[in-house]
């Protein structure tokens, strides 16, 4: 793609949420920044219900797909090798802390099927 085109996109994009922020503040309302911490607790939160360690907030029941599960800890994984030396002390510690207790409950699952 063009650079002039995706430069015009991503300016469109900034004015759009800068408007869309401003309204909320106008009206009182709440405007959700994503923040790596937000995104890396989404991403846990999602791999846990995978697991069936939570409920799925759409069905209220347990739900299992290991498949989904490992799927979303490898990402994990990935966004660790990935964001080496970039993460401030607590978004780091964060990361480190998800991986490791998914994994671990990864693997005590799958144990437990054996």
């Known amino acids: 793609m063009n650079e002039e085109i995706r430069k015009k996109v991503d300016d469109n ?3 759009q949420m800068e408007k869309e922020k401003t309204e909320a503040q106008t009206k009182k309302e709440a405007y959700h920044q ?10 846990s ?9 939570i409920d799925n907030p759409v ?3 347990k739900e299992e797909s290991v498949e989904q599960a490992r799927f979303l800890i490898d990402t994990l ?8 030396g970039n993460l401030t002390a607590e978004e780091q510690t964060l990361l480190d802390d998800s991986l490791f207790n998914l994994r671990m409950m990864y693997v005590e699952d799958r144990e437990k099927k054996k």
């Open 77 to 84: 994984g990935i966004l660790q090798e990935k964001t080496k």
């Open 34 to 43: 994503p923040t790596f911490t937000v995104f890396l607790s989404s991403i």
């Open 13 to 15: 994009w900034k004015s």
């Open 45 to 53: 939160m999602q791999a846990m219900i995978a697991m069936g360690r």
């Open 59 to 61: 069905t209220g029941k």
